[in-house]
């Protein structure tokens, strides 16, 4: 078994778990009520305005590192992306292998952020969706290795039903066939998900594959402006990009040194 394969045979157990502690129809009922009010900030949009397209992540551990800021702030790191100049963020929701939470995507929104959010988890069920809207995520990531083609295609109506948008992840060239099924961004991931080796040839070698139209984001990986410059070059206009600034002291400041340097 893979890593991947590890993360998502416990990611159903935990969602059964989830389901038990707040049923389903539970859960509804503190959604129904935002789904009245105004929809979470466009990520696509933002992204394709921004000069730098940055997507910084707030990711405090990984299964092949270990942690990497245990005593990382949600309350206070990604406001200071925000601060920085990122054009959207991405917030770890899996506990057990990321050390990440739901809780936080609403602690970084408490402390002042108004940015496009990605909730950043191993989405495999429907009720993953409704923890994402409620806890105020604009974006979801879909990962196609981990889902059918029918099941990603069922997420992806569902989350739009929601008012979020997608960001469908895939890694090889057999996954680009999911670029079909109308997610929001087309994303390539550069680390392989069952080794979590990392390469980022990986989208410079998918990148001219994606459909033309879409808003294609490059994940993982990126570690120089010079690399980010290059994949633009190449049509991204997304780069996701957590452990080059979560690994520094200051990682709102790691970011707008690196923004001032593209």
Same mark, same amino acid.
């Given at each position: 078994m893979d890593i991947l394969d590890e993360i998502t045979a416990h990611k159903h157990l935990e969602v059964?778990?989830?389901k038990r502690e707040v049923p389903l129809r539970s859960l509804l009922g503190r959604?129904?009520?935002?789904?009245?009010?105004?929809?979470?900030?466009?990520?696509?949009?933002?992204?394709?305005?921004?000069?730098?397209?940055i997507i910084a992540e707030f990711k405090r551990k990984s299964p092949s590192k270990g942690w990497i800021k245990e005593e990382g702030e949600a309350a206070v790191i990604p406001l200071a992306y925000q601060r920085n100049g990122a054009a959207a963020l991405s917030i770890l929701a899996d506990g057990k292998y990321f050390g990440g939470?739901?809780?936080f995507i609403a602690k970084a929104r408490e402390s002042g952020v108004t940015l496009p959010i990605l909730y950043k988890?191993?989405? +495999?069920? =429907?009720?993953?969706?409704?923890?994402?809207?409620l806890c105020g995520a604009s974006a979801v990531l879909l990962i196609a290795a981990e889902l059918s083609k029918e099941e990603c295609r069922r997420l992806v109506g569902s989350a739009h039903a929601l008012g979020l948008e997608v960001l469908l992840e895939m890694h090889s060239e057999p996954e680009l066939e999911y670029a079909g099924l109308n997610p929001d961004m087309c994303g390539i991931n550069n680390r392989n998900l069952g080794t979590f080796v990392t390469n980022v040839e990986n989208s410079f070698r998918l990148?001219?594959?994606?459909?033309?139209?879409?808003?294609? +984001?490059? =994940?993982?990986?990126?570690?120089?402006?010079?690399t980010l410059a290059e994949l633009r070059q190449c049509g991204f206009r997304g780069f996701l990009i957590g452990e080059?600034?979560?690994?520094?002291?200051?990682?709102?400041?790691?970011?707008?040194?690196f923004i001032a340097k593209l």
């Open positions: 059964a778990a989830q959604v129904e009520p935002l789904l009245a009010g105004p929809k979470p900030p466009s990520m696509a949009a933002a992204l394709l305005a921004s000069p730098s397209g939470s739901p809780d988890e191993f989405v +495999v069920d =429907e009720y993953q969706l409704y923890m994402a809207r990148a001219g594959k994606l459909p033309a139209d879409a808003v294609k +984001v490059s =994940e993982s990986g990126i570690c120089r402006p010079e080059r600034f979560m690994k520094e002291a200051d990682p709102g400041a790691a970011l707008g040194t």
